[in-house]
């Protein structure tokens, strides 16, 4: 099982990472150098787009597998504390906004092209959202660590062997 915590850890990480800075790197590098380039501009966003739009939808996946499993593997750690749940919840209602914005612009509906014509500003809303997600994680995993769960010999203990113990 700790293989599994690790390869899950490793997963939500790396994506993270690859969908954070992939939409840092949108947003602050291509976008400014492409502004006034026309049409070619068009022809190298719209690559683009077809690109980053795969990653996108495979990173949402990633996210909900990795971050539903180690929340059910860290959530019997945290039971009665009522901080680290709020903050938990917090942290993946914001994920699940980022996630719909991050769909709205890179999908095709008509309906969010305003939202597309105005991309700068949404990777940057998403890049601030995803800015709280850490900060929250990084708060919750510090600060409000696990409880230890009992030794399981403490567990199998039987009266006879306390009373031994004690008359030691």
Do not use: C
Not at 120 to 127: N, T, Y
């Amino acid at each position: 099982m700790e293989y599994l915590d690790v390869l899950s850890r490793w997963t939500h990480v790396g994506t993270a990472i690859v969908i954070v800075g992939g939409g840092f790197f949108i947003r602050f590098v291509l976008l400014p150098a492409v502004a006034n380039k026309g049409d070619a501009a068009a022809d190298i966003k719209a690559e683009i787009h077809q690109r980053w739009k795969k990653f996108v939808h495979a990173g949402i996946g990633l996210f909900l597998l990795s971050g539903f499993y180690n929340y059910f593997r860290l959530m019997s750690g945290h039971k009665g504390d009522t901080l680290w749940h709020i903050l938990i919840g917090t942290k993946i209602l914001v994920a699940f906004v980022i996630f719909y914005l991050l769909s709205v612009l890179v999908g095709r509906s008509a309906k969010f092209d305003a939202m597309r014509q105005r991309q700068d500003v949404w990777l940057g809303r998403v890049l601030l959202l995803a800015a709280v997600v850490v900060g929250i994680s990084g708060y919750a995993k510090v600060n409000l660590p696990a409880r230890p769960k009992p030794p399981a010999a403490a567990a199998m203990e039987t009266p006879e062997a306390t009373l031994g113990e004690a008359a030691k």
